[in-house]
């Protein structure tokens, strides 16, 4: 008895090797429902075009519900020897309904079956993690929110720039996460869109309504050329890059939080049920979880550049390359969506220790550019009041004091133009006050930041 679909022509059975190498089913089960959410929309036009019978529709409705029940319960046999997801769901459906199920692959090849059971699939689930994201930047406005008087040293090259709001610093971070946002959003486009129809590359001489099938899928567009149908991983591609574009944002948040947790910076805590500690060093307490995030960035950067590389050699038009976009894409997914989960969790747990932030902003002269703006503001040109307070942070840095512990006289000497209210603008809070101007770090402007985007999100 033949075990595969094609093999009235083959003399030798696949050798097991061959078999174990070529077989997706262990990981491509996991398209199951989009793989019968598909024949379903399939069988239902053949039938409304008269290709098959209404009676074949009904065994093949019959069937596949059979079969999504064995698959939830866990009592369908996945067997290896049926290669792929749809060859044993085709096979399963056979055997219960007979010749029905035979007619169901009528004017459908598995080129477009599995390109259209991707595309399903990664449109639900680019839906679960837009709303994660959505969770995320809710958690991120809350953090903000709560800590937006909370001075923070600003860093460029990580050293003590200009005082900032802790609150500014965290929405930043939603600006990234925004645009994560926005760029799986306009992916979804793309990937919704329906390649059945292409058949093994040509398209079909049966007269097919794809239309009737894109509709029941609710898919927003029919793919135009059933060579490039079965072909394109692209949207694959842009996935991957979208999602590791928002990795590496929470890989950047990540590094901060340890940096922060850092004894030297004691900025922060993380709350101990994200934390490990050592077996061997009983005072440890570790930041894992963003530092695995970190790691896990990484892992989903590879998998776009091994999307990339599958790609990049193929001659048109369906090659069984194209088997191996499905372990990336969907390690990409799964680590995508756990570290969303997570991270929308630990960073409203995120304890802010505002003394520690604000002693740290005290040692780097943080308020020197607004020392130089007030000399601006009183008529000197902007570089040679750079070049005046470059010598009043000396004088500061040798007396071991803050610019604002510098006595008025001692000012004077660099500029006599400096008046009293210079310590106004010295003060880090003074400083951040100034700041006000769209996207600025001043405390009202940071309100009113989170203000948009709750309304956006709400
Ligand atoms: N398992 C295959 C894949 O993932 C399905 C399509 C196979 N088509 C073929 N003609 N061998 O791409």
Redesign the pocket.
Known sequence: KKSQAWSALFSQPMSELVKRYTA?VDF?KRLWRADIQGSLAHADMLAAQGIISLQDVFSIQEGLAQITKEIEQGTFEWKLDL????LNIEARLTQLVGDAGKRLHTGR???D??ATDVRLWLRDEIDLILALLVELQKSLLDVAERHTDVILPGFTHLQVAQPVSFGHHMMAYVEMFTRDEERLTDVRKRVNRLPLGAA?LAGTSYPLDRDHVRQALNMEGLCQNSIDAVSDRDFAIEFCAAAAVAMLHISRLSEELVLWMNQNFGFIDLPDRFCTGSSIMPQKKNPDVPELARGKAGRVVGHLMGLITIIKGQPLA?N?D??E??EPLFDTVDTLKDTLRIFAELVTGIEVKPEAMEKATLKGYATATDLADYLVKKGLPFRDAHETVAHAVKAAISHQVDLSELPLNVLQQFNPAIEKDVYDVLSLRGSLNTRNILGGTAPSQVRAQIARHRARLS
Do not use: L, T
């Open positions: 997706s491509d290669e792929d997801v749809h090849s598995r080129n079956q599995v093994a369906y069984k194209n088997q976009d499905k």
